[in-house]
């Protein structure tokens, strides 16, 4: 697919890695909506800093979780661009819930927003795609989906069956749509990381250093111009995922 004209949803695109994405598809001439639940600033400074290239930016507000609310945010993109092209599900809710659980709330929230949050997504937009014969859905997952993380039992599991519906998406949307997924592994360390924890992640890689949130979006601007790629993953880690054992 040829970006430049298109517009794109980009679900948590207001910061971290979604930020990235948001400001490489705009960079690349596409308008870009970013959704956000609760980060109003910077879904709105990521929108100008989109502007700066030329393009439509619009940040609307959403709980991904909520069927009706996604209806209506599509709704507004199509009233503002006249739909959406390409879709990024980057929304998520990076929650412990170690097992067994006192409570289900968290693991509900958690699995909602990456399950039926990315379901309730590519499920609004898909009728447009199709009408276009044209479209891209692009899933960010993580090293979780094949590799589970010691009290992340509920990101773990929706980050796998976030892997699954990327494949059958792509099974159900061919040929017209692909749909592929993105699995970034240390690319932007957490606020609270010390210089130990830092330099130990790094060594977990074969290349002994962090990766960049730029990275993750060239793979994601790969996969949406590729003419012939679909239900596939790309990993962006550095290679952590072959040292598992090693560490």
Excluded at 20 to 36: D, F, K
Excluded at 138 to 156: C, G, K, R
Aim: with cysteine.
């Amino acid at each position: 697919m040829n970006i430049a004209g298109k517009t794109a949803l980009i679900t948590g695109g207001a910061h971290r890695v979604g930020r990235a994405i948001t400001l490489a598809l705009a960079q690349s001439g596409a308008n870009v909506v970013v959704n956000y639940n609760s980060s109003a600033a910077m879904a709105e400074q990521t929108a100008q800093d989109a502007q700066a290239f030329g393009v439509g930016a619009l940040a609307v507000q959403a709980d991904v979780s909520d069927d009706g609310a996604v209806q209506q945010m599509v709704q507004q993109a199509e009233a503002r661009f006249g739909g959406i092209d390409i879709l990024i599900n980057s929304a998520s809710w990076f929650k412990p819930t170690p097992f067994p659980l006192s409570n289900a709330d968290d693991w509900r929230r958690v699995t909602r927003i990456l399950l039926d949050g990315s379901f309730y997504c590519a499920n609004a937009v898909a009728p447009h795609m199709l009408r276009q014969c044209e479209g891209a859905i692009v899933n960010i997952v993580d090293l979780s989906a094949w590799q589970p993380a010691p009290n992340f039992l509920a990101h773990s599991v929706g980050k796998a069956g976030l892997l699954a519906m990327t494949r059958q998406l792509a099974l159900e949307l061919a040929p017209h749509v692909s749909v592929n997924a993105v699995a970034p592994g240390p690319v932007l360390p957490p606020p609270d990381y010390t210089e130990e924890q830092l330099q130990q992640t790094a060594n977990e890689t074969l290349f002994k250093r962090w990766g960049t949130p730029e990275d993750v979006s060239e793979a994601v601007l790969f996969l949406i111009r590729s003419r012939y790629i679909t239900g596939e993953c790309i990993t962006v880690d550095g290679g952590q995922r072959c040292t598992y054992g090693r560490w």
